[in-house]
């Protein structure tokens, strides 16, 4: 499912930045946004004790659309999961002690 343009301004306009991950094979497609810092939490609070758990909340979190077997076959998900880091925005500064 390639989303248009219009649902793409329209979930630009609800979400801020938009992602489209497609896979390799050309066969799946799905769109994702940023996630908050409370998704970022209970992620990481849940990596403790299950490493997939990151992934799984994430990608639950931040999914807008999609074909569903990106969630649903292991594969898809694993490759969708590597990406994930791209989905997290640091912005760097400096700290000095005055």
Not at 37 to 60: F, H, M, N, W
């Amino acid at each position: 499912m390639k989303a248009t343009k219009e649902q793409i301004s329209e979930w630009k306009k609800k979400f801020g930045d938009i992602y489209e991950y497609s896979t390799d094979d050309g066969e799946h497609i799905c769109y994702l946004h940023k996630p908050s810092r409370v998704t970022l939490s209970r992620a990481g609070s849940a990596s403790a004790t299950d490493p997939l758990k990151y992934s799984e909340i994430l990608i639950a979190d931040c999914w807008i659309a999609g074909d569903e077997v990106i969630k649903a076959d292991d594969a898809y998900f694993l490759g969708l999961s590597k990406m994930l880091g791209e989905l997290v925005e640091i912005k760097e500064g400096t700290l000095k002690k005055l």
